[in-house]
């Protein structure tokens, strides 16, 4: 086979949603499937949860209608804020969740819905400390003084942990949101409240509210300062690829560059940076080309060999993060879906 060959244990993947979900077993538990489910792909993990989870998450609007477009009739939120008219309209359509993290995001939704007569669904976003997207506590104040529109049902609200880690950061930032909340309360009514991603649900067991979100943890793998001792979670992907010729070493490089190998046996395997490889941190990187690269070693040739299996050793390597490694390997693989 010329493409890779990526391997998904469905079962692994139930078994840690399992596993992480006994953290929090008055929760409802959001699956987090946003860039194609961590590389694993989003439709089949969805369909695979779809007894498990109460709830998905994406990060795009077109994310989310694909997941629809799979048969998925569970709420879908989008954790992206709209940047236009059509996605809130695409999100009014496929019944998509969106995301309100301030007052110009609140006004899209809403001149958007009256103009075609349409309601909308939305969780608000709260910045307690990420920065990333979310009302500050003033603007919040404020934003719930002003007008409020019928076309937008506001049915959450949510915030994310930056260093879930640290229990004193946690510990502001949850009192923090609990003022959100209160505000928020106060103007929509009971809302659903979540705060904990993977790191947050094992963190402490009060922050897990109404609804944990769970991403990286369903695909065997936990956030930086936590371990597999505190909940035991299995990788659930490894990737191949197939040997597509071998030769002696006659002198000059070893794929582009001035690298010189160190065997004298040489095998190329097709498997590239276009696959998901990084090139960064390697011994001898140039042997790693776009679509193929040369191992210092005899291995049959059409032999499959198993590329990647371990995110986090292979995101160590390469200095980086699993979740970075993970969303590249797939790009280009043929997934194969194991353990139903």
């Known amino acids: 086979m010329q493409q890779t060959r990526a391997v ?26 946003k860039a194609d489910a961590y590389g694993h792909g989003a439709a089949m993990v969805a369909l695979a949860l779809s007894k498990d989870a109460d ?22 939120l989008v954790l992206t804020p709209p940047l236009n008219e059509a996605e809130v309209l ?29 309601c909308v669904r939305c969780h ?11 009302f500050d506590l003033h603007a919040l104040s404020g934003f719930l003084c002003a007008r409020l529109s019928g076309c937008v049902a506001v049915e959450g609200i949510y915030s994310h942990f ?24 106060r103007a929509f009514g009971p809302l659903v409240k979540h705060i904990a991603a993977t790191g947050g649900v094992l963190a402490s067991p009060q922050y897990c509210m109404d609804m944990i979100r769970v991403g990286i943890g369903l695909y065997g793998y936990l956030p930086a300062g936590f371990s597999r001792r505190q909940c035991e979670v299995r990788p659930a992907l490894k990737v191949y690829a197939t040997v597509a010729g071998g030769r002696p070493y006659r002198g000059g490089g070893a794929g582009y560059g001035a690298y010189a190998p160190r065997s004298q046996r040489l ?13 960064k941190g390697e011994r001898g990187k140039n042997a790693l080309c776009m679509d193929a690269y040369v191992a210092e070693r005899e291995i049959k040739k059409y032999r499959e060999v198993c590329v990647f299996s371990d995110a986090d050793a292979y995101a160590a390597r390469h200095g980086t993060i699993s979740y970075e490694a993970l969303v590249h390997i797939g790009a280009r693989a043929v997934k194969e879906y194991v353990g139903e």
């Open 162 to 185: 930056y260093r879930p880690e640290d229990e004193n950061t946690c510990s502001i930032q949850f009192r923090l949101f609990r003022k959100f909340c209160a505000e928020a309360e």
């Open 8 to 33: 998904i244990r469905l079962d692994s993947i139930r078994r840690n949603a399992a596993a992480l979900r006994a953290k929090a077993p008055e929760s409802k538990l959001c699956a987090v499937v």
């Open 55 to 76: 709830m998905f998450a994406v990060a795009l609007v077109e994310e989310g209608a694909r997941l629809r477009a799979a048969g998925i009739d569970k709420d879908i």
């Open 124 to 134: 608000l976003k709260a910045n307690t400390g990420m920065n990333r997207y979310g």
């Open 90 to 118: 695409r999100a009014a359509r496929y019944d998509l969740i969106l995301t309100v993290a301030d007052a110009e995001d609140y006004a899209l939704a809403v001149r958007s819905s009256e103009r075609f007569g349409l």
């Open 267 to 279: 095998s190329v395997v097709r498997a590239g940076y276009a696959d998901g490889l990084f090139r």
